[in-house]
């Protein structure tokens, strides 16, 4: 008798491992994951709003009527990039257009470059897509023209949270005005000292 013991004991336990096995099979089968994790670790004294980084600016249905003459503008539209945990710390930048030095003791100072490629019939504006006679002018806070390709003013950022804005303004060219659908891209780079 201690041997059929010994036998239905060794039974039972190859089963008990056997389901234990296809248990972790079920487990491993069933709730297998993986998380990729990224991130970057760098100093600077602002931080730029994930929503800032990607931009749809719309700018609707524009009447050709508004454009009629080269140099005709529509309705600007506003756009910002917003700044967030701004830490106290010296800040310096050389304007590109004066070469004069902007600084602070106690504030972070930046320029934003904005790059697109250039109308041929007017390089001051951003090419468009899909039509003629049109392109984007970009301009700052003040109505200062932004150069594409080059630094804009140095701007002085409060310390904790601040929103910059810039605008977007169609203007006509001295190309045939066509009508349909348009579209432009304009990266942005921040630029700190």
């Known amino acids: 008798m201690k041997l059929d013991n010994v ?7 190859l089963a008990l491992m056997a389901s ?3 248990l972790d099979e079920e487990e491993i089968e069933g709730m297998v994951g993986r998380l990729n994790i990224r991130g970057a670790m760098h100093e600077m004294p602002c931080s730029l709003e994930m929503t800032s980084i990607h931009q749809t600016i719309d700018l609707g249905a524009i009447s050709a009527g508004q454009l009629q003459r080269p140099g005709d503008q529509a309705t600007a539209k506003a756009f910002q990039l917003r700044f967030k945990d701004c ?3 010296a800040g310096k930048i050389a304007n590109e257009r004066t070469g004069n030095l902007t ?16 109308d041929a ?23 200062r023209d932004v150069q594409l390709g080059s630094r804009g003013e140095p701007l002085f950022l409060p310390l ?11 203007t006509r ?8 659908a348009f579209r432009a891209v304009v990266d942005f780079r921040l630029n700190y000292e």
């Not at 036998?7 to 336990?13: A, E, S």
């Not at 600084?103 to 697109?116: G, K």
């Open 7 to 13: 036998k239905v004991l060794g039974c039972l336990l």
């Open 20 to 22: 234990a096995h296809a």
């Open 87 to 89: 830490q106290r710390t």
């Open 103 to 118: 600084w602070s003791a106690h504030q972070p100072v930046l320029s934003v470059a904005f790059d697109a490629p250039a």
């Open 121 to 143: 019939d007017d390089p001051r504006l951003v090419k468009v897509q899909g039509i003629t006679g049109m392109g984007l002018r970009l301009t700052d806070a003040e109505g």
């Open 160 to 170: 904790g949270d601040s929103t910059q804005t810039w605008n977007v303004q169609p």
């Open 173 to 180: 060219t001295s190309a045939p005005l066509t009508s349909g």
